[in-house]
């Protein structure tokens, strides 16, 4: 019994792996490469221990770092769908759930089914844990964005509209971070890297 247990937690470990090699459009703060998503996952990690300070609401910091290391991993089969992609908006859902049935049923039953209420809980983007996490998740893209010189944001000719309506929920999680994303916004509105419609 013990031994099947580890054989499914360790061939979850391997499958995982793939995550490295899932490209999101956002550049390294260097602008030298796309980051995958285990580096941006690693770094929303980080990033829920520092700034838990400036959420509104009271956070469970251990809970939001397993949120954003495994909200991700749905990508190993449903690829990565651009934020501001619309027509891959259109059957992202659809892709993910069944990538989490998929890899979250690899593991343990229990362990699965943790992990699957996590990623639940993320998706529904109403518990405080849940708002935080997308905060992290809205926030390091931007600040990447803006450290390699708006080149994804150019890439993509985003609009500003776009921008604002993917994070209309990030000032009722944290007013300071939505300070400091406007504020970088507007920084890429004047250097036109970011449309202002």
């Known amino acids: 019994m ?3 247990r580890m054989k ?3 061939a979850f470990l391997m499958e995982i792996d793939k995550v490295k090699n899932i490209f999101r459009q956002t550049y390294l703060a260097d602008g030298k490469r796309k980051e995958n998503d285990a580096e941006h996952s690693w770094h929303l990690a980080i990033s829920a221990f520092l ?3 400036y959420a509104k609401e009271e956070v469970d910091v251990l809970k939001v770092i397993i949120m954003v290391l495994i909200h991700d991993l749905v990508e190993i089969d449903a690829g990565d769908t651009y934020a501001y992609d619309e027509k891959g908006a259109e059957t992202k859902r659809a892709r993910e759930v069944a990538a989490a049935e998929r890899i979250f049923g690899m593991l343990p039953k229990d362990q699965g089914e943790y992990f699957r209420e996590l990623w639940d809980e993320f998706e529904e983007y109403e518990s405080a ?3 935080y996490a997308h905060l992290l998740d ?3 893209p931007l600040l990447l964005n803006n ?4 080149i994804s944001w150019v890439e993509h000719n985003v609009k500003k509209s776009q921008i604002y ?3 209309e929920k990030v000032e009722e999680t944290s007013e300071q971070v939505w300070k400091w994303m406007s504020d970088i916004i507007d920084r890429h509105i004047e ?4 449309r202002d419609e």
Not at 147 to 150: D, H, R, T
Not at 191 to 194: A, P, Q
Request: glycine fraction near 8%; charge should be neutral.
């Open 2 to 4: 013990e031994a099947e």
């Open 8 to 10: 499914k937690q360790i």
């Open 51 to 53: 700034l838990k300070e």
């Open 129 to 131: 844990d849940a708002k």
């Open 138 to 140: 809205n926030f390091q």
């Open 147 to 150: 450290e390699s010189n708006g």
């Open 165 to 167: 309506k993917r994070n």
């Open 191 to 194: 250097l036109g890297h970011v």
